[in-house]
Every structure is written in C-alpha cells, then in structure tokens.
C-alpha cells in the first residue's frame, strides 16, 4: 500500500490531494485511491492527516472492503508520530480478530519489529502463519512476507530453525540464504571501512534487489478485458472514439474468446478474464493522467485489474460461461470451434 515512485521525484501532498480529489468522483474505487492518498501523506511528514483518512475509510457508511488492512495500517502510521498506546490496542484487535488476509498480519508485526518489540513480532508473525499456512500444501505467495518476516525476527533474537522456518527457505529463492540476509552483522558492516566486508554487503543486496525484481515480474494472469452490455453501451456513448475498438457487444464476447484460444493455442499459460465498469475504468485513466478516450490505456487497465486479483481463469472449470448469459460454458461460448 506503499506508493513506489521515490520521494525526490514527487511532491506527496500535492498527490495525496489529487488522488483525495478522485476518490469524490469515483466512489468504487474510493477506498484503494485514499489508501494510495494516506502512503503518500505518510511519506509527506503529514502523519495526523493520514490517520483522518484511515478514519474516514473505517467510518464510512459503506463499510471498508479491507478493515483490517486499514486498521494496521493506521496503527502503524499512528506509532511512528506518538501514539503508541492506541497503536498497540489496535494491533491486539487486528490479532484478536484473526484475518484471513496475510497483509494485516504483516503490518503489524512488522510495526512491533521496528520498535524493538521482537518478541512480540515473532509471536505475530507466528500467530498469522498458523492461522494461514497450517495444513497448506504449498504457501500462496501473499504469504510469503509473513514466512520470511518470522524467520527475520527469530534470526535477530538468536532463536533456532523451527518447520515454520524450514518452510521459508524452502520458498526463498534468492541465492543468499535467509540465515545470511537475516544475520544482524550485516547491519554493521555496512558502516566498516573494510573494503572485503563492503564487497560482501554489495553483493548480498544485489542478490536481495535481484529477488524483489523477480518477485515484481511474477506472472499475473494473462487477462482479456470483458465489458458487460450494459457497461458497454455506456463506455461506447460517453467516448464515441471507443466505438472502433467495439462494434457491437456480441462482437466483442467473440473476439474475446478468439484471442484467448488463440493465446491457449500458442501455449501461454494462466489465462484469464477480468470484467471492466466504466466508473472503474474512469478512475485507472485519472490516475494516468490520461482521458479514458484513449484506446491505449484499455490493455493497461485489463493489466491492472489482473494485478489486483480481479481475473477470473478461463476457460472456466465446470462453471457458467464468462460473459454473463447464465449458461454453462460448454454450452455457451465453449461450444465456439
């Protein structure tokens, strides 16, 4: 929930107030827009109004789709500018409830590990993998932050290998092992004059830059852009320049399962289909600064949507076909040859 672009190059709270002023026209997309606007006013200095917009999101009378992503981050944000004793109530809720969402978890112990609290970090951490991982065969990869930040703290409190560990490694890929780019020491040779120690350093952060690239790049599902009828009646009239790329609905649901058996025929793996709305579509060109005329941006959207967990697999297994009618897939546009 942290914005990437670094701080030198962004003016955060000209952002944040940007991306404020879209959450009013797009309330669909309300909620990840002002999480977006807080990450930014955190990295402004403007902690207090950062925690105002966790609080408008927790009392909205929609209700918020993450409330516990939201409460961590509050508390986190809260702890860094004075006030501990309402962080920590806060991150005993989010424990107490027990998400299922691995983020919260994460946040919140990670909160407690960067003030020292590494006990209670372990047991955080510990707690969320239990809850999440037990009896799992193979982790989700939204797990993974909690695997390695156990093994994190449990390395810095000295404390031996456990299973939950054994499993960290096994899912680590990076070529340093955890136990080395967990080791505390590190943390110190980065200050030697040692010029065989800074060597070391530099290529153990290499190899940790080399795992975030990977990790940034891993495969979405390759997703085909589906706009309901409804949805596309209104896009097509509200910017008449999409009409070319849409000429009619029923069109539209061919060319799309054309082109994604066309992708199955190439042998490109994990395809899928995300459903646009216009208000969404909308909101992702005013955050790209760009007019939603533009044709471009139909792809980068579908891109988006499949990032955000939005693409549903296709071709659906024993489900009702992708495109709304109700029937089943095999008797609907799975009987296209």
């Known amino acids: 929930m942290r914005p990437d672009t670094p701080a030198e190059n962004v003016d955060h709270a000209a952002e944040a107030a940007r991306l404020e002023r879209t959450a009013d026209l797009y309330p669909e997309d309300a909620e990840a827009l002002l999480l977006q606007a807080a990450a930014h006013l955190e990295l402004s200095g403007d902690r207090p109004s950062a925690t105002t917009l966790y609080d ?8 918020s789709e993450n409330p516990y992503l939201v409460r961590a981050l509050k508390a ?19 424990r107490t409830a027990s998400p299922r969402d691995p983020a919260p978890w994460v946040i919140v112990a990670e909160a407690l590990e960067s003030h020292d609290e ?43 290998h456990d299973e939950w560990d054994a499993l960290a490694d096994t899912v680590h890929t990076s070529p340093v092992s955890l136990d ?64 070319t790329e849409y000429p009619s609905h029923e069109e539209h649901l061919e060319t799309i399962e054309t082109s994604l058996r066309e992708l199955a025929s190439s042998g490109t793996p994990n395809l899928g289909i995300v459903t646009g709305t216009v208000p969404s579509y909308e909101a992702f060109a ?52």
């Not at 004075?82 to 005993?92: K, L």
């Open 286 to 337: 005013a955050s790209e600064g760009a007019s939603p005329a533009d044709a471009t941006l139909l792809p980068q959207y579908a891109t988006t949507l499949a990032a955000r967990g939005r693409a549903v697999e296709w071709p659906p297994q024993g489900a009702a076909c992708w495109c709304g009618s109700g029937q089943a897939y095999g008797d609907c546009h799975g009987t296209r040859t």
């Open 118 to 160: 590494l006990e209670q970090a372990q047991e955080t951490f510990t707690e969320g993998v239990r809850l999440l991982l037990t009896d799992v065969p193979e982790p989700p990869y939204a797990t993974h932050p909690l695997l390695f930040g156990r093994h994190r703290v449990r390395r810095m409190l000295g404390a031996g």
């Open 76 to 94: 986190s944000n809260l702890w860094e500018y004075g006030h501990e004793a309402e962080a920590r109530a806060i991150i005993e809720g989010v």
């Open 56 to 63: 408008r999101l927790l009392s909205s009378s929609a209700g």
């Open 180 to 243: 080395e780019l967990h080791d505390p020491k590190r943390l110190w040779s980065l200050g030697s004059d040692n010029p065989a120690e800074l060597r070391a350093e530099i290529s153990r952060l290499q190899a940790e830059l080399g795992t975030y690239r990977a990790a940034l790049s891993r495969p979405f599902p390759v997703a085909v852009l589906h706009w309901p009828a409804t949805e596309l009646a209104e896009l097509t009239a509200a910017y008449p320049s999409l009409a």
